[in-house]
């Protein structure tokens, strides 16, 4: 079945690929075309949204080699970043057209490269779990097929030290920052820029206006030119992005993978994607990367101050519309709900989208509302066209697969945080969880270390198991929504090697869920200008479900030694009882009637934490102990 996108006669495609670089990655969609034709000079405004009258077929390219402020690495000479853009033809004749841009490390492709060990007295490296892709088109997305019809010229930067670009990759620095705010300001007239032959050059067609929009990595440009407060960034569209690379790569004092990519850290990254030319002048500027990022504490210091945008988020002048997949567990979705917190404190004009996948875009399975909501959304921010997009519900939730409900803000008004209590059992193990603290005696688990993971120790909940501590509520008589971001307060010692505590909250129930995956449906959607060799369609998908008797919901790590905040390590004394409290990541969930919630304990997290050896003991002093549920409105009475 092929369908006809109704808002546009001309088709455009979108590609599966999808580049990744120490597990942040990016879905590339292949490029498109359409007809030529005589268009006006000036864009065409209908129903409040940008029309297709201009020709993909006939655009215009041209690249810009841009000089930055920054000189990372050390050369003595400012970095450059090349840039390659798509316009309208009409642009040679007086036309000026706003930016839509893609910055990225991944369009010369990423290497091969090994992650460190996390079994603790090992010296075994992991195998990265990427391989080597491809050299990326430079148009392989929809936005020259998209937007260029509609008035906008198109761009893809390079990142430093990757691909056209010069300087070093340095994971999300102040460098890094620099290169992306420099095409920002070359299109504003404010920094020099020179064609490959070295002629320099201006972008002369330009209204300054400029937007930026990705996924992962591309999804963190955006955010840290943002974060500069560059005039003429008006809009952006982070998908999947980072806003502190510290919660990324670590979480509350603990070094804590991304999902799937054990092992990996910034030199890792940096090493994967360093594909500019003469490579070998980055060795040193790694090498100090190495050596700052400190894989044995996960303190929170100068190398992780240099890569978090949250506290900038004052400086944001763009429109942000923020877009993140519940099920995401490369990058986290605190990633996205601390920068959601912090843009409405700064008072910046936002939207969020929250969606049941996992690290992608909700473009495939939502094809027609999501361009309609990013089309007006860069018609609002770069044309100025009142089309009321600021004034429609500010969230989109996906509530299950394919069912979309709108809020007015996120955390839902009317959530509160309620306390819930880690009571034990009858027989001690396994305990219970209840609205009133129970006391009783320690109950202890003996770190299964790097022999068991979450999911083998979550099972069977209503037995005891050594490994783990688990809490159950009784069958739900109501459904209990979690909207925000749950937290653990334990009192609790450690006896051992391992620092980790690992809180995990779990729906205990058989039922039909989103996995985050998504399959792909006989459906062609076809919505914008196509060229020769592309037919200009994409195949839609729909999100995977599996039947299954439990679900992890959320899940956080602390590093005890941490215990007084993730800047500072201190040592633990054996057998010595801690107040411990840490965060759990972001969620929204529903947990349905009939179903049971549980806090499972424990302490090494297999896919996530560093691994020591097994054998370390945690006892954890019921009653006293408890996890505070970001609780959405009424959904209290679920838990008497």
Not at 304 to 317: E, I, K, L, S
Not at 323 to 349: E, R, Y
Not at 417 to 445: F, I, Y
Not at 605 to 622: E, F, N, Q, W
Request: proline residues 7%; hydrophobic residues 35%; contains cysteine.
């Amino acid at each position: 079945m092929t369908r006809r996108f109704p808002r546009s006669g001309a088709a455009l495609t979108l590609s599966a690929a999808l580049l990744a670089a120490g597990g942040l990655a990016t879905a590339l969609p292949a490029a498109a075309a359409g007809p030529a034709h005589k268009a006006p000079a000036t864009p065409h405004v209908r129903g409040g949204e940008t029309q297709p009258i201009y020709s993909r077929a006939d655009a215009l390219t041209q690249t810009v080699n841009i000089e930055t402020t920054a000189d990372s690495d050390h050369d003595g000479v400012r970095d450059r970043v090349q840039m390659r853009i798509m316009r309208p033809k009409e642009t040679a004749a007086g036309l000026k057209v706003p930016t839509i841009l893609e910055a990225s490390p991944y369009w010369a492709g990423i290497k091969d490269v090994p992650n460190h060990s996390v079994d603790i007295d090992s010296a075994r490296a992991l195998a990265k779990q990427s391989s080597k892709r491809a050299v990326a088109d430079y148009f392989p997305g929809i936005y020259d097929n998209y937007f260029l019809p509609r008035g906008y010229a198109v761009a893809n930067l390079d990142s430093i030290g990757t691909g056209g670009s010069t300087g070093c990759p340095t994971s999300g620095d102040r460098s890094e920052q620099a290169g992306a705010k420099a095409a920002v300001d070359w299109l504003n007239g404010r920094a020099k820029g020179w064609a490959p032959d070295g002629t320099p050059v201006t972008a002369d067609w330009s209204t300054g206006n400029v937007g930026m929009i990705g996924q992962s990595y591309n999804g963190t440009l955006p955010n840290m030119a943002a974060a500069t407060g560059v005039k003429g960034l008006k809009a952006i569209v982070p998908i999947a992005g980072i806003s502190s690379w510290y919660d990324y790569y670590r979480a509350n004092g603990g070094v804590v993978a991304p999902g799937g990519y054990q092992g990996e850290d910034l030199d890792v990254l940096a090493k994967a994607v360093l594909t500019r030319q003469n490579p070998e002048v980055c060795t040193k500027v790694i090498d100090g990367i190495e050596a700052a990022q400190d894989r044995e504490t996960g303190d929170y210091g100068k190398v992780w101050a240099q890569r978090d945008y949250v506290g900038q988020a004052r400086n944001v002048h763009a429109a942000v519309m923020v877009v993140h997949g519940l099920n995401d567990w490369n990058v986290k979705v605190k990633n996205s709900a601390q920068w959601w917190n912090a843009l409405k404190q700064a008072g910046v004009p936002r939207k969020l989208w929250l969606s049941q996948g996992n690290h992608s875009t909700p473009f495939r399975w939502r094809v027609e509302e999501w361009l309609r909501q990013i089309h007006h959304w860069f018609d609002r921010y770069l044309y100025d066209i009142r089309n009321g997009i600021e004034r429609e519900p500010r969230v989109d939730i996906e509530r299950a697969p394919g069912q979309w409900e709108t809020a007015a803000d996120w955390p839902v008004p009317g959530t509160s945080k309620v306390a819930v209590s880690l009571n034990a059992g009858p027989a001690g193990q396994p305990g219970t969880l209840g609205l009133r603290p129970r006391h009783g005696a320690p109950q202890t688990l003996v770190d299964a270390g790097r022999t068991r993971t979450a999911d083998q120790l979550l099972v069977n909940e209503d037995q005891a198991d050594p490994n783990r501590l688990a809490f159950l509520t009784p069958p739900l008589t109501r459904p209990l929504r979690l909207d925000g971001i749950p937290a653990a307060s334990v009192r609790a010692s450690l006896d051992g090697r391992s620092p980790y505590l690992t809180a995990l909250l779990v729906d205990y129930g058989t039922d039909t869920r989103p996995t985050g995956t998504r399959d792909t449906t006989a459906e062609q959607v076809c919505f914008g200008q196509s060229v020769p060799g592309d037919p200009g369609c994409t195949t839609r998908q729909v999100l995977h479900t599996e039947t299954a008797p439990y679900k992890i919901i959320t899940r956080g790590w602390l590093d005890a030694r941490n215990r007084h905040g993730a800047a500072r390590s201190e040592p633990l004394r054996a057998g010595k009882q801690y107040s411990l409290r840490w965060d759990l990541e972001p969620t929204d969930y529903v947990v349905k009637p009939g179903h049971r919630l549980g806090v499972i304990v424990l302490s090494t997290d297999y896919d996530y934490t560093l691994r020591y050896p097994a054998g370390t003991k945690v006892s954890l002093v019921p009653g006293t102990s408890k996890v505070w549920l970001p609780v959405g409105p009424g959904g209290s009475t679920a838990l008497r």
